[in-house]
């Protein structure tokens, strides 16, 4: 299964929880895990937040961030811009290009945030969702 993943996914990533239970072992889960290229930008723009969040410091925060870009692919920008006015029709903020990378793939969003449920074009599916598809 294809998946786009978004920022706070990602940031559960960086503690011990299911969310990077699920990520590390996504192969032998059958996922394939893309995100657009600005949410890796906006955890780094937010490596401060995302310390205190995890308990980690800024090494740590490093070593984890090279280990979750070599379970998801990072897709850049150009590559799904096309699909942009689309998606701005289903969502009006930062998480744009979320939704222009799912409609470019044709797949699910795998997203905690409830809004993003509001629309019906593009399934979203939360980690408890995503837990009970993979029978977790």
Same mark, same amino acid.
């Given at each position: 299964? #294809?998946?786009?993943?978004?920022?706070?996914?990602?940031?559960?990533?960086?503690?011990?929880? $299911?969310?990077? !239970?699920?990520?590390?072992?996504?192969?032998?889960?059958? !996922?394939?895990?893309?995100? $657009?290229?600005?949410?890796?930008?906006?955890?780094? *723009?937010?490596?401060?937040?995302?310390?205190?969040?995890?308990?980690?410091?800024?090494? %740590?925060?490093?070593?984890?961030?090279?280990?979750?870009?070599?379970?998801? *692919?990072?897709? =850049? *920008?150009?590559?799904?811009? #096309?699909?942009?006015?689309?998606? *701005? %029709?289903?969502?009006?903020?930062?998480?744009? =290009?979320?939704?222009? !990378?799912?409609?470019?793939?044709?797949? =699910?969003?795998?997203?905690?945030? $409830?809004?993003?449920?509001? %629309?019906?074009?593009?399934?979203?599916?939360?980690?408890?969702?995503?837990?009970?598809?993979?029978?977790?």
């Amino acid at each position: 299964m #294809q998946l786009v993943v978004d920022t706070n996914i990602l940031l559960s990533f960086f503690r011990e929880n $299911p969310v990077r !239970l699920i990520i590390i072992n996504s192969d032998f889960l059958g !996922l394939e895990i893309s995100t $657009p290229e600005y949410v890796i930008d906006e955890l780094k *723009k937010n490596e401060s937040d995302v310390l205190k969040y995890s308990k980690i410091n800024s090494v %740590q925060f490093n070593e984890i961030l090279e280990e979750l870009k070599r379970f998801i *692919k990072i897709i =850049p *920008k150009q590559s799904f811009e #096309q699909f942009e006015s689309r998606a *701005k %029709q289903l969502i009006h903020d930062k998480d744009v =290009p979320i939704f222009s !990378l799912a409609l470019k793939l044709s797949c =699910p969003i795998w997203s905690n945030e $409830p809004r993003f449920k509001k %629309q019906s074009l593009v399934k979203v599916l939360s980690t408890g969702d995503l837990r009970k598809e993979l029978e977790l």
